[in-house]
């Protein structure tokens, strides 16, 4: 399992889910051994029907060294689950607390004071020192970044961190049809390269807390493979980005209408696309995992279907590898998914060496 290491990260846990009183929570970031760190409540958050949302905590914390998830998460007595190595500058991180990105500025969040922001240094001189930063950039410099986006020399993550979020705002218009462009190259690509070969589908199913996403990102890290986390019941797909291997966790049949389900994991079908609030996304997938209480059975024996004559559970089941995971057998499973992706890897590296001979001999 590869080991995750930074100096900055970011603690995210709900007000009432904190192992600790909230009173307590300084005195835990000053025993942590941060150099620098910033805290705010997030408790103004709305959903996408105006719902409030859960009062959370994001906590902003960098130290000198770089430390691991286990380590970090051991200093707050929470679980791994809740903190995320910052990948981006610290100065990103104090931007997000309170809500000055790019993404919460598109997902329309609100936006918090400065000052309801606690930290180890003056908070509202560091925001506006970032503020003018962002501000120092030419028009010309700006638009040579967006088409250094364009041509996939930097990442959207590193040209928003370079113009800011007003910057990105301003030319979100542009922006947006970029993206939509860049997602359909990747997408020709990827079709392209998988053609005739099989995306496969991993049902694993058992009961909670057994380790069914655990062990699903232990064979994504452990195979380095491109992979995402879609955990959403509202809008699985929201957060997808085009990556090769879509974790959908804890699946519940009233997430997708039976059709729909059945047409997002058929095996040899790859040019489609994976159903979005705000968009349609295009699907790259090489494999699938599904993490769900259900076996495929009782999963189809859950779900809204008007004619069972049409919609048969054995639709599902040509469709999907099902495997029980339990505590006992949990290490097993996982042995015999990494052999299956890797004999994947093999059959596709061969097809694409057999192509490129091929077209090597038509050229000559």
């Not at 009233?254 to 079908?269: F, H």
């Not at 949990?330 to 093999?346: G, P, R, S």
């Amino acid at each position: 399992m590869k080991v995750i290491r930074s100096r900055n990260w970011m603690y995210t846990q709900d007000l009432d889910h904190l192992p600790f009183p909230k009173e307590n929570l300084e005195g835990k970031i000053l025993k942590s051994g941060a150099i620098e760190w910033a805290y705010i409540l997030h408790d103004k958050d709305l959903d996408d029907k105006g719902n409030k949302i859960r009062a959370h905590y994001h906590v902003a914390i960098r130290y000198k060294d770089a430390k691991t998830t286990s380590s970090v998460a051991k200093t707050f007595d929470d679980k791994q689950q809740y903190f995320e190595a910052w990948r981006g500058s610290i100065n990103n991180a104090y931007s997000y607390l309170i809500h000055e990105t790019s993404d919460a500025k598109d997902n329309e969040k609100h936006h918090y004071d400065p000052s309801e922001v606690k930290a180890s240094f003056d908070f509202k001189a560091r925001i506006e020192t970032i503020r003018k930063k962002v501000n120092k950039l030419s028009d010309n410099a700006i638009n040579n970044l967006i088409d250094d986006y364009s041509n996939s020399l930097i990442s959207k993550e590193e040209l928003q961190e370079k113009i800011g979020v007003l910057e990105m705002a301003k030319h979100k218009y542009l922006l947006d049809h970029v993206d939509e462009i860049l997602d359909y190259k990747k997408h020709q690509e990827f079709l392209k390269e998988f053609t005739g070969q099989k995306c496969v589908t991993y049902w694993l199913y058992g009961s909670s807390g057994v380790g069914k996403t655990r062990l699903c990102r232990s064979v994504m890290e452990e195979l380095k493979k491109d992979f995402c986390i879609l955990g959403s019941q509202r809008d699985h797909f929201q957060t997808y980005k085009g990556e090769s291997y879509i974790i959908l966790n804890d699946l519940r049949p009233a997430d997708y209408d039976y059709g729909q389900l059945l047409t997002l994991l058929d095996i040899y079908e790859h040019d489609k696309m994976a159903p979005s609030r705000y968009h349609d996304k295009f699907l790259n997938a090489r494999a699938i995992f599904i993490t769900t209480p259900y076996s495929p059975e009782n999963f189809y024996k859950s779900c809204n279907i008007d004619n069972r004559l049409v919609d048969t559970a054995e639709q599902l089941k040509r469709r999907v590898v099902a495997m029980h995971v339990t505590k006992d057998n949990v290490e097993d499973v996982k042995k015999e998914v990494i052999k299956d992706i890797e004999l994947a890897d093999k059959i596709s590296e061969l097809r694409k060496q057999k192509n490129t001979s091929q077209t090597d001999q038509s050229n000559d």
